[in-house]
């Protein structure tokens, strides 16, 4: 399937609309992955969706099979479980793409990295500053907390390390993790809050108190001044003030290069996959997160429902296993062990319909939106091998169970 | 009770800490008290799991008439609280309208690291402090529950005043910092940890335990949530292990309760991943035995609503942790 304009507005008692869809759909009607890792023109997959559903592990597993297709893949994963790190042979913190040994056929590659946000933030100011200014900014006690820990530099870190990636022109797809946060939008809106923090009125009044229309203010921001030293100390704010004095000049370049990241992510060769659970949060937000694409004009691949329980059909049905497991019980020692097979069968159905309720509610608000629905293994996943079994189950071509 | 009592609930994203920290709040009035239970990371958890409208900067009254007890909600979030804060120490009225106009105030809680932990429990410890109505009538609640960050974070959050000892040293933010670090590390203090069993989950519950209790502050309960019931006695197990209550058998049993016996190879198999996913349970929680902590665990219910809290919350005081 081409991709195409965005189909329909929202309109009342309509499906939501789902912006550009760029993978196709297998025979079942499943999202087809292979097609997705297959198709040169894809250069970026972006997994996104909220914490903990799997994002880390899609990707690793997506790079993996692409790696074993052929591709020359990078991926880019954020906090990685310290198991599955080592598996790939990310021991070393140095902040870039490392050769994943065992990894990669016809020709294909993987690399892999973990994002060091520190650092990446520290690389940036180093080469986009005098050696003075670097310093100087580095040691600032506010950079510093800023630095490594205010919410949204992970995600700008990682939007700027796509970017340097992508530049590097040496891969043919990279596939990016996106951070551990609450909401999946937070990685589209977090860049955008902390530059204008950074931008912000209150940084430009720091910067230049008296100047210009800001004079008018300037009794205002005596007493804003004041209430700030005596609640946090004086220090504080001299630091901020040598802070954005030193950062000044640079911030332009941060804001246009992370506009060019952006833009990047609506550009044709790019494509999200969105990631969540068969549970009504995580769905709720993997449907905010289509919306939002499609607002932002950014091309969708599809959905994967990850740790998908019991995805069983088949079998006695619910009310017939209900009842047959009430009058077999007590009724002679086998046959109440086969009420308890029967027990058993009736809550694996139960989860079943309850997580369809759950994919079947999200493919009503975005019927254009492929879906594919990754079982749950009964361990984590933590080495090349369990990849490779998230990524056959990814492409439908695995057994769940091994 | 003299003094208003504090459980704190953390645990990994995603494990039921919001729901554990309702339930346990129903628990709490089920026993007569009157209870508030807080929210402080603004996502409206508490309004989205009882089904109410947002809950405001103020306390409500969203439960009453479960044992004579009272259970009422809060959001607190940090903009809110600094301006109370600075309104009711430095009369602030419009130079803290000022403060947000200039942006001022989300400026100060994100980026001043630990500002943002310090209005938050620093508003708890204010509640915890209130006296009732009357005089000599003792706290005006008897427990306050929070719905607080997950365990990456809990430590840092309840160990306030370290986190701003770099800010500064003297100062209102300081002090109060000292005393909201004091009352998490009191008797009347209980941080409970939620968890599934599962590895990562489990693990991080046992470092977070390891954490809690180096900074001093007191663990309470785990809370083991999500648990599916062995529904295989022990007889069907050793019989499905041994292979003696294999497709044949079952299938017989089936047929001769009219049922379709072709199905039986499906249903051995299912026993099979039940047993298979009860003995990785049993595992996790042995690991969790290996600490000191006190464990309570909660089924896995088909869906949460009032009657689940409610079974929930009775689970919870049964159990001991209420
Ligand atoms: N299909 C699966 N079956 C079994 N375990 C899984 C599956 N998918 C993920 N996991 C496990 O679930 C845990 C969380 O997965 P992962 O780290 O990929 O999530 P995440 O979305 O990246 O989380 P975070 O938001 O914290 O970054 C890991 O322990 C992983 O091994
Ligand atoms: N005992 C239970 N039985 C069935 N479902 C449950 C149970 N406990 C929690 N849930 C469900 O699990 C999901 C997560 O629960 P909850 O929101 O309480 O977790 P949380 O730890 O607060 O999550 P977050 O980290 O996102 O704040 C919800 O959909 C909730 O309804
Ligand atoms: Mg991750
Ligand atoms: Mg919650």
Redesign the interface.
Known sequence: MSPSKSRTAPAAGRPRSQGRVVASRDAAGHLDVDALIHDRSVRIIVCCGS??VGKTTTSAALAMRAADAGRGVCVLTIDP?RRLAQSMGLTELDNTPRAVAGAGADGGSLDAMMLDMKRTFDEVVESHATPEKAAQILNN??YQ??SS???GTQEYMAMEKLGQLHGQDEWDLIVVDTP?S?SALDFLDAPERLSS?LD???IK?LLAPAKGPARLLSA??G??TG??N????A??LSD?QTFVAAFDTLFGGFRQRAEATYALLQAPGTAFLVVASP?P??MREASYFVERLAGDRMPLAGLVVNRVHDD?T???ELD?ARA?AR??RGAG??????A??????V??L?TAA?EQRERDGFARAHPGVPQVPVTAL???VHDLEGLRRIGDLLARTGTP?G | MSSTALHVVTGKGGTGKTTVAVALALALAGRGQRVLVCEVEGRQGIAQLLDVAPLPYEERRVASGLGGGEVFALAIDAESALLEYLDMFYRLGRAGKALDKFGVIDFATTIAPGVRDVLLTGKVYEIARRRGEKKDTGPQYDAIVIDAPPTGRITRFLNVSTEVAGLAKVGPIRRQSDSVTAMMRSDSTRVHLVTVLEEMPVQETLDGIAELTAAELPVGHVVVNLVRDALLDEAAASAIDEGSLDAEAVGAVLSSAGLDGSTATTLVAEGRGHLERQALQAAQRALLAESDARTAELPLLDGVDLGSLLDLAGRLREQGVA
């Open positions: 914490g903990g479980a006690p506010f907390a800023l820990s205010f919410a551990p609450r923090m912000g009125r209150f009044l205002g921001f007493l804003v209430a700030i005596k609640i946090l100390g220090q504080v901020v549970e949060a995580a069983v088949d079998g006695i017939e047959a009058r077999l020692e086998t046959e109440t062990q086969v308890e097979l029967l027990d058993v069968h809550e694996r139960i309850r009964s361990t984590d169970q």
